[in-house]
């Protein structure tokens, strides 16, 4: 493999317990240098509930016939 591919493989969830891949030391300089992307996170759910809090609105308010 070249290098290109085992510094993809890096972090590897299914790798990453392997005796002998990384050292405890290296693992943690590698997951402190990725950057933080918590403000692209979103709740499961939220934008569904904005889209669905409209017709529920119309729903309530038909008369009763």
Do not use: C, F, Y
């Not at 290296?26 to 809090?53: F, H, M, Q, Y």
Request: charged share 40%.
């Amino acid at each position: 493999m070249n290098r290109e591919s085992l510094d993809k493989l890096r972090l590897d969830r299914r790798l990453i317990n392997r005796r002998g891949w990384m050292s405890e030391a290296e693992r943690r300089r590698s997951l402190e240098a990725l950057p933080d992307v918590s403000p692209k996170a979103t709740t499961l759910g939220a934008e569904s509930d904005e889209d669905e809090s409209s017709p529920a609105s119309d729903e309530t308010s038909t008369p009763d016939a």
